[in-house]
């Protein structure tokens, strides 16, 4: 059975760093492109960032380019959120997912807050 569980997330002043972590099983994780991505109430869904399976490549939302760096460590079966200058916007559930083929996978969420 596949799991991925998120962590990492917690209140934060603004222009402050958090680190998220999705820790996943029952998967082969290296065929697995990982992505994050966060939701605020009443809003859909939105990608935040995205690495290839072999971690060659990266995509990042524009508003979080330049603040966001998303990475994986296939060895540990992880992907990571490393987020700096955070705003207040930012605040949101992000949630990892997991996508190879039609085998497409979440976790339960970790909410982010920024606020002073």
């Known amino acids: 059975q596949v799991h991925l569980v998120e962590s990492g997330g917690g209140l934060v002043q603004p222009g402050g760093s958090l680190r998220l972590s999705c820790a996943t099983s029952?998967?082969?994780?290296?065929?697995?492109?990982m992505s994050w991505y966060r939701q605020t109430p009443g809003k859909e869904r939105e990608l935040v960032a995205a690495i290839t399976s072999a971690g060659g490549s990266t995509n990042y939302a524009d508003s979080v380019k330049g603040r966001f760096t998303i990475s994986r460590d296939n060895a540990k079966n992880t992907v990571y959120l490393q987020m700096d200058s955070l705003k207040p916007e930012d605040t949101a559930v992000y949630y990892c997912?997991?996508?190879?083929?039609?085998?497409?996978?979440w976790g339960q969420g970790t909410l982010v807050t920024v606020s002073s």
């Open positions: 029952g998967l082969y994780f290296r065929n697995y492109a």
């Open positions: 997912n997991a996508l190879w083929r039609a085998l497409d996978a």
